[in-house]
């Protein structure tokens, strides 16, 4: 059974970076994921409890002389909370606690990063403490990014920006483009004569320490991080690249050996490396535009209602209960609960819904959507880190800076090919010098290996295909929380649904009917709704909004009355009707046609309530009332059915109302009158035959199960222990988003297979050529243009991910 649990990480962040301890304990046996917080010191785990106990894992950290020997008590706040529900995603701990400790973790927003709301310093310049809650309490988890503000390490372009690579890029080839024109090679090559001058000799030395110095110093800066970390990489090669050239070029141009200097080749190196970094720097951050594009769809400012007039107000001014006004076209600044008019918002950009959602009095409204025509005056029920946007943007942040298997395969290759190309530079150097080359012929190759053989490409393989294929789910709706769900999907074969608020809409609605001869349908139903419009009792609500749903005018009852224990009475158009059930039918001895009482007695078999509309002591029409399948869950079914995945649905409803709405969709396998606390078992006895399960739930009871399943998908419009629970989560209560989860990870590992092959496969051909393998054969690369060749798979590897973004869900 797959488990979750978080440990103190204290010592084990003050020996290495953030990435070697998430790959040393990733690396313990039974341990599936691994996701390391450093600004909390703690680290989430998940383990096969079946393999491997969580005390185990913790032995394993402590032998290693890195586990943290200080109390619990002396532990920060965030660290002591955190380990005080360690365990609490066990399927057996009850809904409650598992409520307590999801409301536990909250997670300060990217929101507050936004321009006009980041921050709101207090008047004394200080920034408030963004790690308390909006009550006052410290939460257990971060910001995401406070990560990497606390420990940038692992980051090789910690600080940097596509704007400071592209300053560097073009001053470094201003300064390059002398220095490859006056240099002897080139000239001697392209067969012309530079002017000569007083000095000239010293321009390509002087002005290539320049580009040195100045463009590359982030790699030097890189390079530093890294081998501090313990974790050498491609800063690493290309700063020792840069270095070697750099010393060599001096110690010749000083005399001290007779050789060639490569003055033109550090400068070109540099300029095309710091090109190359400008273009994935820029790729990045195209692919995470997303998370910066949803803080901006926040308006600065709103209009608040008070009693003395309508006020211009900042955002961050906004309380629950405060009533707002927001006109046409304006965008809605807070979560809230339309108190006065009709309206059409454009939810697109939230929940991925492309058509304009209908807003009237009492319905909810989302944080950010655009209003369409009409007026609203709206009730604020969450604001800055408690709305729908915030929970969306942190969802995507995790996800982008989590890791999954993939992304720790890509890392190990990385270091791995690091270690290879230092190998077979060196290698190269000795060879060719055995081989009686010249000096300034082995440094070149030596060079060359150095920076053609840089893991760019492999570093950027997964990361980039993961910010993608986040924010491509985020726009249809599809958040995720973990990595691992997303990566995991791909090989589902069993879907178990919750059946109520999940594929039917928990709300009663006729789902049959029946009239007799002579009386229209749609009039039965216009009258029937007249009747029950004024009863409170949820089956006369689910007939008076079926009515409405099919745009039938409700009509005015006379004399409504309840008839005690049989049903109502009332007047519609000067004629009474009754409405009611067996009871009725049985206390007014009403005559019940054939046709109708087949109806009734098939609405009973599929354990659904009859309803019957009498009149004069005749039964004109019956309904058949019951929880209402979703529309889209037949389009659900279907479209798992075709991918080859069984489904099966979990409902504590009696086996004859599951039975009938099972075989209404098409589902496999039923598990009915299941009791809540027996969900998770449910769970466990399809996985124990071999199965890969999701489970699909939105409720408390729901949550036990989401944790114990391969992976939880909780509806994001359920309750937000369920979300908390879930690997993924959909914004929208449509069950048609789980086959578009299946397409979205089959087509992330895909693009993730093609960038690994693209950036690991191009070294196989690329090493043995600049080590100058075909120089008998005349074929000799330089460092420029294995700089080149180096940037040009990462560029490849950059586009093949972009094309991620045609993918239709």
Known sequence: MMKTSVIKVDDMLSVWSLDEVERRIGEVPGVESVTVNFAAKNATVRYDETRVALSDIKSTVHELGLQSNRPAEDAPPEVAATKDHEDHLDDSEPAAALLSATQKSGVETPAATH??????????????????SSSGSQTDTPEPSSDHAGHNSHDKHQGHSPEKFRDRFWLSLAVTVPVVIWSAPIQDLLGYQAPAFPGSDWMAPVLSTVVFLYGGLVFLQGAWRELRDRLP???????????????????????????????????TLVAIMLLGHWIEMRSINQAQGALKELAKLLPDTATRITDTGEETVDISALRNGDLLLVRPGESVPADGVVRKGMSAIDEAMITGESRPVKKGEGDEVIAATINGEGSLRIEVTGTGDKTKLSGIMRLVADAQTSKSRSQHLADRAARMLTVAAIGAAVLTFVAWQLLGAELDFAVVRMVTVLVIACPHALGLAVPLVVAISTTLGARNGLLVRDRRGLEEARNLDTVIFDKTGTLTLGEFRIVASSVAEGLQEDEALRIASGIEAESQHPIARGIVKTAEDKGIAVPSADGFRAITGKGVAATIDGVEYHMGGPALLKAENVDVPPALQAASEAAAGNGQAAIYLVQAGKALAVYAVADAIREESREAIAALHERGIEVAMLTGDAQAVADAVAKELGIDTVFAEVLPDDKASKVRELQAQGKKVAMIGDGVNDAPALATADIGIAIGAGADVAVEAGHIVLVRSDPRDIPRIITLSRVTYRKMKQNLWLAAGYNIFAIPLAAGVLAPWGILLTPAVGAILMSASTVVVAINAQLLKRVKL
Do not use: N
């Not at 310093?121 to 963004?130: C, F, L, N, R």
């Not at 700063?239 to 003055?263: E, K, R, Y």
């Open 115 to 132: 321009d006009a709301h980041a921050g709101h310093e207090k008047h004394d310049g200080t920034v408030p403490d963004a790690s308390k």
């Open 233 to 267: 990489g491609m800063m690493t090669l290309i700063s020792l690249a840069i270095t070697v050239a750099f010393i060599f070029s001096w110690v010749v141009q000083l005399g001290l050996i007779d050789s060639m200097p490569l003055w033109w080749e550090l400068a």
